[in-house]
């Protein structure tokens, strides 16, 4: 009989004791260009993230140019007084970096991503990208073209519609707010390489601009290194723009935007509420995500797993414009599809989800599952140097304090179950929601008219 051989086993890996983490600080300085800057060491990170912000809102455009600030983002890697646009995506790609740039309505951003081996000539491209950017007529006029392009693609995507439709419908027509952050057919195609030019010479310079980098800056002489760069970016110093308040409509109506045919509803139901800077916003995060956030949500567990009558449902907050003296705002906002034909029963379930949390509020198990899942794996959220540089960014753009994430997640921890239900009551009240449906308005308007949750208006799909 053979004997059976044996084995030795290495002894299992055991968890070490956890350490404390919390959202790294910044360190603030100012070049002598006026250029502010926040830069956090992150040992390691051999990736290193810049983000510039650029004083330059939606708000800023001159009228009829909707969409001459993403022009304009779009342009910078378009070459530079030394480079022309292939020039300079091959220095990019020859430094191994990656640079975007988008607007919105706070203001302009930039991102800068480069191996740290590389940072000098990676922030020197950057710089002049700031500059002395070409805005050649040639690529802005190809710019343009592409962003009309994308305009009829957009509009054809439920989920874009109903945002257009929602901002249409939340915010005054003259408000730019209540128009496509990216503009509109008609206005970008009245945009060319003078207009451009006009917007940054009016609104791009180092005194109103911040610069975040974050990564393993061991052995850089960043001081030195910066002020080489970034450093010799010039321009006039500003007064601060007078920012007029967020104002908005809430009053609970239905637009429905017809799409004969459609197989699907998409819907998106919101309203405007408080900004980070409002004491109530950790609890409204927290109560928020117990509502929409996962897929254990309260609105999931209906009307996916309990009805099946969507792949799912998330509730969100998404800051529009933040101030500390009151003016500013979050979107908060309800987002799925659901098949046509339960379009009205998904909504009374989904008012059903809302009232009920109304009258028996949030259990305490809900509560410590999204305390769990929101600042139990922030640590994992933050292993990047770019996911760091974001939210600092983030917090510059919104003009809140280095510390603002560290304290929220030291917030979220402390709130209990009866503020976060308060908060998501106040933020989701059933008569002050504003719901755009996009589909089939023959086969959903009658239903969704019987459940009497606002009038019902039927605008025509472009």
Known sequence: MTELATMDFHPQPQAGDAKPWAFPAPERGTLDNGLTVLRCHRPGQQVVAVEVLLD?????????????????????????????????????????????????????????????????????LLADALRAPAFADSEVERLVRNRLDEIPHELANPSRRAAKELSKELFPASARMSRPRQGTEETVAGIDSAAVRAFYEKHVRPATATAVVVGDLTGVDLDALLGDTLGAWTGSSAQPRPVPPVVADDTGRVVIVDRPGAVQTQLLIGRIGADRHDRVWPAQVLGTYCLGGTLTSRLDRVLREEKGYTYGVRAFGQVLRSAPDGTGAAMLAI??????PNTGPALEDLWTVLRTLAADGLTDDERDVAVQNLVGVAPLKYETAAAVAST????????????????????????????????????????????????????????????????????TAE
């Open 56 to 124: 330059a809102p939606l708000e800023a455009e001159p009228a009829g140019l909707d969409g001459v600030a993403t022009i304009m983002a779009r342009a910078f890697s378009e070459g530079t007084d030394k480079h022309s646009a292939e020039e300079f995506a091959a220095e990019l790609e020859r430094c191994g970096a990656t640079l975007d740039a988008h607007a919105d309505h706070p203001g302009v951003r930039l991102s800068l991503e480069v191996p740290a081996s590389r940072l000098t000539k990676g922030l020197g």
């Open 335 to 340: 987002s799925g599809s659901v098949d046509t």
């Open 392 to 459: 600092l960014a983030d917090q510059v753009e919104q003009h809140l304090p280095d510390h603002y994430q560290a304290d929220l997640y030291r917030q979220l921890a402390a709130t209990g179950t009866v503020e976060a239900t308060a908060a998501v009551v106040n933020a989701f009240p059933v008569d002050r929601l504003v719901t755009v449906l996009v589909g089939d308005a023959a086969q959903i308007k009658a239903p969704v008219e019987a459940l009497g949750i606002g009038e019902v208006t039927v605008v």
